[in-house]
């Protein structure tokens, strides 16, 4: 028997709608947040007993008067829009007016607030309908205090159906940093309240100090991750902005909601991690973040892992924050409850702008020369030399053990240079294919040395640098052959044996010409220009032919062709490769991801040396 169609109950429809606001202590913790966020706060606290499933914001914003505060928790109540057409010009964070009301519904609710510069504070508990319960003066520092107790103690059997209480405490601090990272001028301290003990107290979880930007953010996160490894970029979006109407009004860019900064211009704020020092195990650090808000843009995310493709180690991700501040005309945040998925106009010209200012920040320039990568051995010994106490022996041992590692390295590449030295060729017989075009540094590197033929020894105005040879070629030659992949008639054709179906097939996707000649046996008459002129081509093409796509060719195709380590080079040589190096894309890693250049600026060699000393006063005269 089938019952009719009945209108729910109102109390029914709004604990639903109150479940898709607030789903978890982190949706709470969100909510709370972004409303402190909004009322300009730059300290937060919040204290978290989540064996209670309670939790408390406390912010330093602009704080509430008593006729708002009577008002906050009602339906649909908010101080950011005023009607429909608002919903299209949204510059704060919360604006539904849901999230307080949907507290109301799910838990004991409590409101303690200032308004700044009034003397007066007032504390308010909520019924489950929003409405004031209570109502009494307090004595608190302006700001506002949220208090949530019993959540989903009106709604029990939803507890049941969420992760086990470590993993919401993990979405919570997940949850403050994203929004740290957006508002990075915040001061951010969390607690947990200690319920082993006798007599409950809260202790610091953790705590996150302002900075200017989130490049002082993002190391308090990542602890293996340095300011140094870093490197950001703003950039000011006004071409097309006629065009495609990305201006901001006036007031949009003055609005005192707006999490960034108030030009008028749209903008894209860039961190990401130096290829060459900082890579992660899992992409759970490609983020994207717009208006201050972190989003779910799946075609953002695939732009930024495509930018920095070949510069990375294999099965490693790269670390990058991409932030967008748009015209709030062109985003719908109306896509989810959360607002963590948005609809995104001109979503196209963003991702060109997203790639351009990757591959802008991933070149060498005089604004990030001194991001460079030096020798974490060379650091610890300038830190040994500035110890007031000398070396002491235990550090003369370990510095001793770890030039002893880098010595044996250099007589096995040595060893291995000598082997292959006679089967390849010289800098400037192997570079067949055009420079890549893009203009060298302002102040080029200059060739001085060859170190055991397999380093070149360069000074550079910023202090003394050692390049890799075989990588630094390796690197000129891929972004070579990524540019122009030449295919040219071989005369006469190479004759390959036993090549499985498999290996067939894979060289002539890769556009080779591939003949039957016999039983087992292929005549391959066309190869990659590069590789054309080596006496090693025929081993060159089996391991094309081993499988991967084009890009994975084109690496195995300049890994093979650059110049090999234990090859002595001249002067000019050195020179030449230096300068083309400089001028690639991405010049901080090969294409399998290993660093090409380590760095010893001249400042840690001064300090090393000691050249801030009084020659006078040094010798106790």
Known sequence: MTSGIETLPVEVVHLIAAGEVIDSLAAVVRELAENALDAGATRITI????????????????????????????????????????????????????????????????????????????QVQYDVQGEPLRLEPVAIAPGTVVTVDRLFGHWVARRQGLPPLAQQMRAVQATIHQLALCHPHVTWQVQQTDTRSETPRDRDWFQLWAGTTARQILPQMLRDVQADALQELTLEITEFEKAKGLRMKDEESQSPFYPLSFSPYPSLYLLLGLP???????????????????????????????????????????????????SPEHIDWNRHPAKAEIYLHHLSFWREQ????????????????????????????LKAAEAESGYGERKIQEVGKAEGAGEAEGREAREAGEANATQNSTLETQNSLRPTPYSPLPTPLKALAQVHNTYILAEHPTGVWLVEQHIAHERVLYEQLCDRWQLVSLEPAII???LAVAQVKQLQRLGLDVEPFGEAVWMVRSAPA?????????????????????????????????????????????????????????????????????????????????RHWVIGKSHGI
């Open 47 to 122: 204290a978290l007993s989540p064996d209670q499933w309670r939790l408390r914001v406390a912010d330093n914003g602009v704080g509430m008067t008593l006729s708002d505060l009577k008002q906050a928790a009602a339906p649909h109540s908010t101080s950011k829009i005023r009607d429909s057409h608002d919903l299209w010009k949204i510059t704060s964070l919360g604006f539904r007016g849901e999230a307080l009301h949907s507290l109301a519904q799910l838990a004991d609710l409590e409101i303690l607030s200032r308004p700044a510069g009034s003397s007066e504070g007032w």
């Open 354 to 381: 997203v790639a351009s200012a990757i591959d802008q920040a991933l070149r060498l320039s005089p604004m990030n020369l001194a991001d460079t990568l030096y020798s974490q051995r060379v650091g610890t010994l």
């Open 276 to 326: 060459d020092r900082c890579h992660r195990h899992r992409p759970d650090w490609i983020r994207v973040a717009i208006n201050g808000r972190f989003v779910q843009m799946p075609e953002l995310e695939q732009t930024i892992l495509a930018s920095f493709r070949q510069t990375v180690p294999r099965d490693r991700f790269p670390v990058c924050l991409v932030h967008l501040q748009i």
């Open 496 to 498: 390959l044996n036993q």
């Open 530 to 610: 590069i590789l054309a002129q080596r006496d090693d081509c025929t081993e060159a093409l089996l391991e094309l032919s081993l499988g991967g796509d084009l890009q994975t060719a084109q690496v195995a195709t300049a890994c093979r062709s650059a110049i090999r380590n234990g090859t002595p080079l001249t002067l000019h040589e050195m020179q030449t490769l230096l300068n083309q190096w400089q001028q690639t894309r991405h010049p901080r890693t090969c294409p399998h991801g290993r660093p090409i250049s380590l760095t010893l600026e001249e400042s840690s060699l001064s300090r090393f040396f000691r």
